[in-house]
């Protein structure tokens, strides 16, 4: 029985003029995948409602090499805009997912839109907005992960903000920070496997979640010999 691998992102996969280099690892690893006999693969873009579901020229060239390949492109998806968040005492005493990551709300119908291939696995390659989304998808998960959400979000903040903050204010922020960071590596760790592009991120997950973290080379700078 052929295993069924579906690859969800929020941007198309490309090759040729990648507009970040999400969209050419995502085509790397669709391209290399369709290339094993035992595999079926498919992808799926799942955007919000400000983002466009069309492809350009490049994108529809990127489309029909990978379908030559066998890749099955599903439906694009579009998920409505989030309307309002709970009330701000709420969100800071009793925390949930939606908080911190509002279009988990969409589950439903993104899990409906990944069932038409009916995979057997899941990837997100360099993706958090999918990887939230997707964390209690009922099949085997591995995600490509970039930086860590809590920890980007704390250091801007500090950035920003400095030590202008007055006492209860900054408060709140901390407990909003920790909060962040709790359920953050709890969506994550429902996956079972995590990639990270950096080491240092590796080693923060790998302390927090174990082992199923582990970093992901994406330089080869060998290939290039001396002129690297």
């Given at each position: 029985m052929k295993q069924k691998i579906l690859i969800i992102n929020r941007d198309w996969p490309e090759e040729l003029r990648p507009v970040q280099a999400a969209t050419l690892v995502t085509y790397q690893i669709i391209s290399e995948f369709s290339k094993r006999p035992n595999l079926d693969v498919g992808f799926l873009k799942i955007s919000l409602s400000h983002e466009t579901s069309e492809m350009d020229e490049i994108q529809l060239q990127a489309k029909?090499?990978?379908?030559?390949?066998?890749?099955?492109?599903?439906?694009?998806?579009?998920?409505?805009?989030?309307?309002g968040l709970r009330p701000k005492l709420l969100r800071l005493l009793r925390p949930v997912p939606r908080d911190f990551y509002p279009y988990v709300v969409h589950r439903e119908s993104a899990y409906a839109a990944a069932e038409a291939f009916k995979p057997t696995s899941?990837?997100?390659?360099?993706?958090?907005?999918?990887?939230?989304?997707?964390?209690?998808?009922?099949?085997?998960k591995f995600t490509y992960y970039g930086n860590a959400d809590p920890l980007v979000a704390r250091i801007w903040s500090d950035y920003i903000n400095g030590d202008r903050r007055r006492t209860l204010k900054n408060i709140a922020y901390k407990v909003t920070m920790k909060n962040f960071e709790k359920i953050h590596l709890k969506e994550i760790n429902k996956w079972n496997f995590i990639g990270l592009v950096s080491l240092n991120m590796a080693q923060y997950y790998k302390n927090k979640l174990g082992e199923k973290a582990f970093y992901v080379n994406n330089l080869w700078t060998r290939k290039y010999g001396n002129r690297w």
């Open positions: 029909k090499a990978l379908e030559s390949l066998g890749v099955t492109y599903l439906d694009p998806i579009c998920l409505p805009q989030i309307l899941i990837i997100t390659p360099w993706c958090e907005f999918s990887t939230h989304l997707f964390s209690e998808f009922p099949v085997k």
